[in-house]
């Protein structure tokens, strides 16, 4: 089974910065497309950021872009999500996920497997 874990949320002050890692377990990490995720309080999950198995294809939800992003490093079995210019309404749960897909998918029914969730709280 595949385990995701992710780690590097906090408090930031609005236009600060984080980066969130994605430590997977096993040696077929390079297989999966990986994808980050948030969930805010009384809202439904939403998708961020995609990338393909390879790392040559990402994609971003519009609210995110030019401020977020995704990479992976396949040696190291981690998956990163780095955030500049942060904004309140990014306050949220951030989940990291993998699919067996080496594509990657803004769908969260299309991934396999998830992480505990990290905290980003921004604040105003």
């Known amino acids: 089974q595949v385990q995701l874990v992710e780690s590097g949320g906090g408090l930031v002050q609005a236009g600060g910065s984080l980066k969130l890692s994605c430590a997977a377990s096993?040696?077929?990490?390079?297989?999966?497309?990986m994808g980050w995720f948030r969930q805010a309080p009384g809202k439904e999950r939403e998708f961020v950021a995609a990338?393909?198995?390879?790392?040559?294809?990402?994609y971003y939800v519009d609210s995110v872009k030019g401020r977020f992003t995704i990479s992976r490093d396949n040696a190291k079995n981690t998956a990163y999500l780095q955030m500049t210019s942060l904004k309140p309404e990014d306050t949220a749960v951030y989940y990291c996920?993998?699919?067996?897909?080496?594509?990657?998918?803004?769908?969260?029914?299309?991934?396999?497997?998830w992480g505990q969730g990290t905290q980003v709280t921004v604040s105003s």
């Open positions: 096993g040696r077929t990490f390079s297989t999966y497309s």
């Open positions: 996920a993998g699919a067996r897909n080496s594509i990657g998918s803004m769908r969260g029914s299309l991934y396999d497997y």
């Open positions: 990338i393909s198995a390879s790392g040559g294809f990402t």
